[in-house]
């Protein structure tokens, strides 16, 4: 838990801050959404060591202290970043690799049983709202207020209601 956290502070600061010294560290300790990543840590390192009672109550002071709802059982990899933690809501199907960043009103929710699966390094603007069954590769922006209903491919931005691809890599596409 405690690398997780170390690790998800770093990233933060080298997010924010521009690199991931201790008094850059220190300094976004006191940001917006930090607590609510160190609230989610917690409580899943309650859930997976059988300490049920206190993962819960963890659980629960998140909405409450930071206004992020994040199911006990989503799984990130090292390096969450959440910029901003008011209106944030993720299922507890959710399963995202490395480096997933997000802003605030962001909802990662489940459909019909089925909840999406992020890959590394993604982006989700304030918002943007990710449904369902759907994969979300590597190297992702999501734009603000974007509604992701399928797949996204690796290196893609999109945006939109729904959203749509503008861009892969360095090459902008036309949805003509």
């Known amino acids: ?5 170390r690790e998800d502070l770093r990233a933060k600061a ?4 521009g690199g991931d010294s201790l008094k850059q560290v220190l300094r976004v300790l006191g940001w917006d ?10 409580s899943q390192f309650c859930y997976r060591n059988h300490l049920g009672l206190i ?7 998140n909405p409450i202290l930071t206004h992020a709802v994040i199911g006990r059982r989503a799984e990130f990899g090292p ?6 933690s008011i209106g944030l809501v993720v299922n507890t199907g959710v399963r995202a690799g490395t480096h997933c960043t997000m802003e605030n009103g962001v909802t990662i929710g489940a459909e019909k049983g089925r909840a999406p699966v992020l890959g590394n390094h993604v982006y989700i603007g304030s918002g943007a709202r990710i449904i369902g069954g759907v994969t979300v590769g590597n190297n992702v922006r999501i734009g603000a207020n974007a509604v992701v209903v399928k797949d996204v491919p690796d290196n893609a931005t999109v945006v939109g209601v729904p959203a ?3 861009r892969i890599g360095n090459q902008k596409i036309t949805n003509d």
Do not use: P
């Not at 080298?14 to 801050?17: D, F, G, K, N, V």
């Open 164 to 166: 749509r691809i503008v």
């Open 14 to 17: 080298r997010y924010s801050c």
């Open 1 to 5: 838990m405690f690398d997780l956290i």
């Open 33 to 42: 959404g930090t607590f609510a990543t160190m609230f989610y840590r917690a």
């Open 55 to 61: 993962g819960a109550i963890l659980n629960q002071l």
């Open 79 to 84: 390096g969450l970043i959440i910029l901003h």
